[in-house]
């Protein structure tokens, strides 16, 4: 079957440094991406991996391992704005269809 | 500016009522989705269109139906056999080779 796992919440203080796993089991593996989702919005793109290793964008970063099925986003100097919906979602298949796990909700507190 | 358009953005309907949500794209992407997304859950995907007057179902579509008529629309009706709409809808396109949805700013849809 596929399925995508992640932390349903995290809490961290501004100015931190956060880092949201997930682990994924899909058929036909092509790229694990990270969106951030505001309530109420549409998810914005934050990152592609489709290849083993980081990489880096700023104050954010993505990390991911084929062999482990596994990804993580880290969010660095976090602020007040990076409170949001963080999604993990992979390439599955043909079609280019994104199977997405159900996000993380990111609490950053002063 | 080019992007896709979702309309409208809040829907009530009443229990028994078909509605469609509109989503047109001025990409000219080939591929178009829609997704519903339920409080605490991530994104299903419905319908899935690869190219004009082709569709196939997601993993959801019990209860939906789309059409694919032009390259720029791909409206999502959702019908009195769908037990539980209410819901956030995301429409989505990706351009074939690249990467990478656009979303639209979506459709919450209330049934009353």
């Known amino acids: 079957g596929q399925n995508i796992d992640q932390p349903t919440e995290m809490t961290a203080t501004e100015g931190a440094i956060v880092q949201i796993n997930c682990t994924y089991q899909?058929?036909?593996?092509?790229?694990l991406f990270w969106y951030q989702q505001h309530a109420g919005e549409a998810p914005t793109f934050l990152s592609y991996?489709?290849?083993?290793g980081l990489e880096e964008k700023g104050r954010f970063s993505s990390f991911l391992s084929r062999s482990k099925g596994y990804s993580y986003l880290l969010l660095k100097e976090l602020q007040m704005k990076d409170s949001a919906s963080y999604l993990c979602?992979?390439?599955?298949?043909?079609?280019?269809?994104?199977?997405f796990g159900a996000g993380t909700r990111l609490a950053v507190h002063p | 500016d080019g992007g896709i358009t979702q309309s409208p953005k809040y829907l009530f309907r009443k229990e028994g009522q078909n509605v469609t949500l509109s989503c047109e794209q001025n990409?000219?992407?080939?591929?178009m989705y829609w997704y519903r997304q339920d409080p605490g859950q991530g994104l299903r995907l419905i319908y899935y269109?690869?190219?004009?007057?082709?569709?196939q179902k997601g993993d959801i579509a019990e209860g939906y139906s789309v059409s694919r008529e032009k390259k720029e629309s791909f409206p999502l009706t959702v019908t009195s056999a769908q037990k539980n709409p209410t819901a956030f809808y995301l429409c989505?396109?990706?351009?074939?080779?690249?990467?990478?949805?656009?979303f639209g700013s979506g459709t919450r849809l209330t049934v009353v």
């Open positions: 990409l000219n992407h080939d591929a």
């Open positions: 899909t058929s036909g593996f092509n790229g």
């Open positions: 991996n489709v290849l083993d």
């Open positions: 979602a992979a390439f599955s298949g043909g079609y280019n269809k994104l199977i």
């Open positions: 989505a396109s990706i351009q074939q080779g690249a990467y990478g949805y656009t």
């Open positions: 269109s690869q190219i004009v007057n082709d569709f």
